[in-house]
């Protein structure tokens, strides 16, 4: 079966430039979410989607970040202008949520490593 | 204070030891536990759900405690491959959001 896949592997972008990640979430999965990891914060939740729709942003670090999901088959999370601290690892993440909400477990993609220099 | 709370350790136990890490978490309206592992320069992995009564599987248990809000996960005669870090996972609310603790390093050592 496929997982999450996400691309690129790796990007590495000077400062100021649009960076745009993909994402695929495994099929029949309706929950899916954008987390950035590093070394000093950990993993940090960005947004999450029920049936394409963001529920919570709250954890988008500031306007330079969106991301949408024009499908359920696909999302994006694009960061423009890029800046150096932006540099981490992006993880998207889908699950099946199921009715009433109660949290369900988690499959990643294998990330995509930001570098902005 | 931090939602999910862990000690980052790096834990050091020789192969065959028994190792056991704590997870403390601030909502007590969390419905939902997990462990995930974490490999160096890999995504997470969902190691085992946690249940109200705890659970086994193999040699890895997980244990719930709702009246002082924190998970356990113990880890039985280990192996070098169990070296990684493990992730404290808890919904902390209604719906379908997880948040991850900060992970504890774990290494096995010959």
């Known amino acids: 079966d496929a997982g999450v896949i996400q691309s690129p592997r790796h990007e590495v972008t000077e400062m100021g430039q649009e960076v745009t990640l993909r994402c695929k979430p495994i099929?029949?999965?309706?929950?899916l979410f954008w987390y950035r990891q590093t070394m000093m914060r950990g993993l940090e939740l960005l947004i999450y989607?029920?049936?394409?729709?963001?529920?919570?942003d709250s954890g988008m670090p500031e306007d330079r970040f969106s991301a949408k999901m024009p499908n359920a088959s696909f999302s994006t999370l694009k960061i423009q202008p890029s800046e150096p601290r932006d540099s981490a690892v992006y993880f998207c993440?889908?699950?099946?949520?199921?009715?009433?909400?109660?949290?369900?477990?988690?499959?990643f993609g294998n990330g995509t490593r930001l570098t902005v220099t | 204070r931090k939602e999910v709370e862990q000690d980052p350790g790096p834990f050091n136990v020789p192969e065959g030891a028994t190792v056991a890490f704590n997870c403390t978490y601030s909502?007590?309206?969390?419905?939902?536990f997990f462990w995930y592992r974490q490999d160096c320069r890999k995504e997470p992995k969902l190691l085992m759900s946690?249940?109200?009564s705890g659970n086994e599987d193999g040699r890895f248990t997980a244990q719930l405690n709702r009246a002082s809000q924190y998970i356990s996960l113990l880890i039985r005669d280990s192996k070098l491959s169990d070296s990684a870090t493990y992730l404290c996972?808890?919904?902390?609310?209604?719906?379908?959001?997880?948040?991850f603790g900060g992970g504890t390093r774990l290494m096995v050592k010959p």
């Open positions: 993440a889908s699950s099946l949520a199921r009715q009433g909400g109660v949290g369900s477990p988690l499959h």
């Open positions: 946690v249940y109200s």
């Open positions: 909502n007590s309206a969390s419905q939902s």
């Open positions: 099929s029949g999965h309706n929950s």
């Open positions: 989607f029920n049936n394409n729709v963001p529920i919570d």
């Open positions: 996972v808890v919904n902390y609310n209604a719906g379908n959001m997880l948040t």
